[in-house]
């Protein structure tokens, strides 16, 4: 079993950053490959970013790649998710979510565990 919890979430101007952090407990992290979605009102659940155990390999959807930095921290059961240059269209529910294994998945039935969500809203 793994616990979610994000947190960073928070309203910021067009062009602003923010920084989002996903803590995890209940099992070891380092065996487990993180990744972001987020969802907006009235659409689905939608692939951000992930990230493998190591660090090392990420894999980002086309509309943030460049602006969004996910990374993590196995000493401290954290993945993160840097934003910059944020834009309107990124205001979402933003969720973290865990699977077990060394993968990059971007289909969101493939993860095992989810947090809980954290709320990022951009003004124009």
């Known amino acids: 079993q793994v616990q979610l919890v994000e947190s960073g979430g928070g309203l910021v101007q067009a062009g602003g950053s923010l920084r989002l952090s996903c803590r995890t407990s209940?099992?070891?992290?380092?065996?487990?490959?993180m990744g972001w979605f987020r969802q907006a009102p009235g659409k689905e659940r939608e692939f951000v970013a992930a990230?493998?155990?190591?660090?090392?390999?990420?894999r980002y959807s086309e509309s943030v790649k460049g602006r969004f930095t996910i990374s993590r921290d196995n000493a401290k059961n954290t993945v993160y998710l840097q934003m910059n240059s944020l834009k309107p269209e990124d205001t979402a529910i933003y969720f973290c979510?865990?699977?077990?294994?060394?993968?990059?998945?971007?289909?969101?039935?493939?993860?095992?565990?989810w947090g809980q969500g954290t709320q990022v809203t951009v003004s124009a």
């Open positions: 209940g099992q070891t992290f380092s065996s487990i490959s």
């Open positions: 979510a865990a699977n077990y294994g060394n993968n990059l998945f971007q289909l969101s039935d493939r993860y095992d565990y």
């Open positions: 990230i493998s155990l190591s660090g090392i390999n990420t």
